[in-house]
């Protein structure tokens, strides 16, 4: 019988080249086949370029489409025909990286990849390698701290807008918020009304060179941020 090769969700971390783990440079140098969501704008091509430094000569670089809907029918076919395909890989021995930017267990298509391969074959071998998330990247790149002493943070998504922040604002010391590119007036709004403008900084393209650091109150309205964009927002100002 031939053995089912293992599949490894691989984290390239945020966009600098060099913000890669040596664990993953080296899992990238042994496998067979990637795999990359094909999707999520600009970012699919971002992780290919980290990691084709790493592949040895030839391994191919296969795209999986993630349908952008919220329908929950339509999602659950692309996941499993995205995770048959990596299954009918694996089933013939070979070993593949499914690569992420960031890191592979934060807000990432590898999600749904590993959830729906180990409700089809449980025994199918997966292997997670952390990336730098970009958040970590961004508090960094601003030189902000996220937490410390006994400080609380929140991690949400802007996607549907300022409500999430809303929600947790009041419980908790510091927000990292992802995907703000979308409602990012609206976002904006909320944190001027909430006197955290001032205290909150954007973050785009953190790591690659148009990287853009700006404090909110003073980013002009109407000029949208790019995907790769996230706020750290702090209620105290440090
Ligand atoms: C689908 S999530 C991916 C998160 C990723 N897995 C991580 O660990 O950071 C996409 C969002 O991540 C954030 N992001 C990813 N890379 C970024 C970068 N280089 N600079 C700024 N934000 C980034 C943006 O908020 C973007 O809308």
Redesign the pocket.
């Known amino acids: 019988m031939t053995r089912i090769g293992t599949l490894y969700g691989i ?1 390239v971390g ?2 600098d080249p060099e913000l890669i783990t040596l664990k993953a440079a080296a899992i990238l140098h042994r496998v067979s086949v990637v795999f990359a969501a094909s999707s ?1 704008k600009n ?1 699919h091509s971002l992780a290919r370029n980290i990691a084709s430094v790493h592949l040895r000569k030839g391994v191919p670089v296969e795209f999986l489409g993630f349908p952008m809907t919220k329908q929950k029918g339509m999602l659950e076919v692309a996941w499993r025909e995205n995770a048959g395909r990596v299954l009918e890989v694996l089933k013939k021995g070979k070993d593949a990286a499914f690569i ?4 592979p267990m ?3 298509t590898f999600g749904y990849i590993l959830q729906t391969i180990r409700e089809t074959d449980p025994h199918v071998p997966i292997k997670i390698i952390p ?1 730098i ?3 970590q ?2 508090a960094a790149a601003a030189g902000r701290v996220l937490a410390e002493a006994e400080e609380s943070f929140t991690v949400v998504s802007g996607a549907m807008g300022a409500k999430r922040l809303e929600q947790i604002i009041d419980h908790t010391d510091n927000v990292v918020m ?4 979308k409602r990012f007036d609206e976002i904006m709004d909320t944190l001027n009304r909430l006197e955290l403008g001032e205290k909150s900084v954007l ?6 060179e148009d990287e853009e650091v700006s404090q909110v109150s003073q980013y002009a309205k109407k000029s949208h941020p790019p ?4 706020l750290i927002i702090k209620k105290r100002k440090r």
């Open positions: 984290g945020p966009g999520t970012s992420t930017l960031g890191d934060t807000y990432s990336g998330t970009s958040y990247a961004a992802l995907k703000v590119y973050i785009s393209r953190c790591g690659l995907y790769l964009s996230l």
